[in-house]
């Protein structure tokens, strides 16, 4: 694709899947700056993704949220732990005993903010989760966090969407999500520029944006190895659509780090160049006993990677020869700071717990646990009987294009998403070692001594 040259004083674009409710982008990073405000996503009816800023003003303080939240809910479940334990068996057994009906503790995992260990215990046939918890309380968004920490906590239709994935004797899945400019829109796109000329002038930014937004339409998105319509997907999709706003400066990041628009000149970048940023886990997460019992995730577990593809004139994507040192430095500095926008974004924690949770699920696919525990989750395995395919499927969303004056040219559209094969994390080349024993240990010193209907202790 040839993009045309848009005049001696030169404009800079950039085009992802994203919706700004129309803001321009000086003025959406203002009001960040002087409104304190909490971001998600909502997914209509009709499949389409829109970007949804809740102002977090006026209401309650956090200590008034904080007082709600602990009012509500057990002070066992309460207190922040360093190592709360959930026996997956036993939980689908007592919501058996309640046929069905699910309360907040088992919604959210009595609480857990990370998924750190899973281990097997042959004697009594428990397959238990553990690591930090705490009391939750829900943002202005609707995100369900720890009352403290701020942490999301993990989701047992999360959970449950992972074991489905990883079923027993089932062929481990890639779960991944995608939002793409489509073949038409980028031809679409092409033959705007054509028909612009050759030069343009700062009071035709506006002019130029709209058509370019319009030219590219829709983008779509797609998703595998998951149902669509779970909260899980939302997640991959969410996580996915708001780095990329980072990347072009139409969202400010909550931590230090050069945005791509920032570090790209036209000259490194072709000007038919698609530039593709995806997450994937770290691989080398994972640590297990030698008896194979007991598992440990270790790290972050998440990686923002890129790749370049250039794009004919008819819309038509390959893979290019070479990349963006742009690109890469912003994947690279996205990754080292991941743990600090996870603390700070709570998407990319829940992102990041979701990782976990594929992981875990691979990891008692591969192990057998289902089998050696006699458990074939009776209910948590059945849609019918345990629903968690409830939300709208994100299908589409629309494209939002940045415009910056630079010294030369460029329009780059964005594309790429998340992709986890989550059973690679335990192939022997990633796979630590536990030298000295310590998560083999871990596992023997705990005591299962529960009481009749208990799933979780600390």
């Avoid at 750190?116 to 609707?142: H, K």
Wanted: hydrophobic share 40%.
């Amino acid at each position: 694709m040839r993009w045309q040259a848009l005049g001696f004083r030169t404009i800079f674009f950039l085009a992802i899947a994203a919706a700004l409710d129309g803001l321009p982008a000086g003025k959406a990073n203002a009001q960040q700056q002087t409104t304190p405000s909490v971001a998600g996503v909502i997914v209509d009816a009709e499949g389409t993704l829109k970007r949804t800023v809740v102002p977090d003003v006026g209401g309650q303080t956090m200590a008034e949220r904080r007082a709600a939240a602990e009012a509500g809910l057990a002070p066992e479940i309460t207190r922040l732990s360093k190592f709360r334990k959930v026996s997956l068996t036993r939980l689908e057994k007592a919501l058996r005993a309640k046929h069905g009906a699910l309360g907040d503790d088992m919604r959210y995992l009595a609480g857990l903010l990370r998924l750190r260990y899973v281990f097997f215990y042959p004697e009594s046939g428990d397959i238990v989760i553990a690591g930090p918890a705490e009391g939750w309380r829900t943002d202005p968004v609707g995100r369900v966090v720890g009352i403290s920490t701020g942490r999301p906590v993990l989701q047992l239709q999360d959970l449950v969407v992972a074991l489905r994935a990883f079923p027993p004797g089932g062929e481990p899945p890639v779960i991944s999500c995608s939002i793409d400019p489509t073949q038409e829109g980028l031809a679409a796109m092409q033959n705007f520029l054509r028909r612009m000329g050759n030069y343009a002038t700062p009071a035709q930014t506006s002019f130029i944006v709209n058509n370019l937004r319009s030219s590219l339409g829709m983008q779509k998105i797609s998703i595998s190895g998951i149902s669509p319509n779970t909260h899980f997907a939302q997640v991959l999709v969410e996580a996915d659509y708001r780095m990329k706003l980072i990347g072009i400066g139409l969202e400010r990041p909550p931590v230090r780090l050069a945005a791509f628009v920032d570090l790209a000149t036209p000259s490194q970048i072709s000007r038919n160049a698609l530039c593709r940023w995806y997450f994937v886990p770290d691989y080398k997460c994972v640590r297990t006993s030698d008896d194979g019992l007991a598992m440990e995730l270790v790290g972050d577990g998440v990686r923002l990677v890129g790749e370049n593809e250039v794009v004919s004139a008819t819309g038509e994507r390959r893979q290019a020869a070479s990349g963006s040192r742009a690109s890469q430095t912003f994947v690279l500095g996205f990754t080292k700071r991941y743990a600090e926008l996870a603390e700070r974004s709570p998407v990319y924690a829940e992102l990041r717990n979701l990782i976990d949770m594929s992981v875990a699920a691979a990891y008692i696919q591969k192990e057998d646990l289902y089998h050696k525990a006699g458990w074939t989750m009776e209910l948590l395995g059945d849609e019918r009987a345990f629903s968690v395919e409830v939300y709208n499927a994100p299908k589409q969303v629309e494209s939002a294009v940045a415009a910056i004056w630079k010294g030369n040219t460029l329009m780059t559209p964005i594309g790429g998403g998340v992709h986890i094969e989550a059973d690679r994390a335990l192939d022997t080349e990633n796979v630590l070692a536990d030298e000295d024993g310590k998560v083999g240990k871990l596992r023997e010193s705990l005591q299962l001594q529960l009481a009749e209907g208990q799933w979780w202790w600390d």
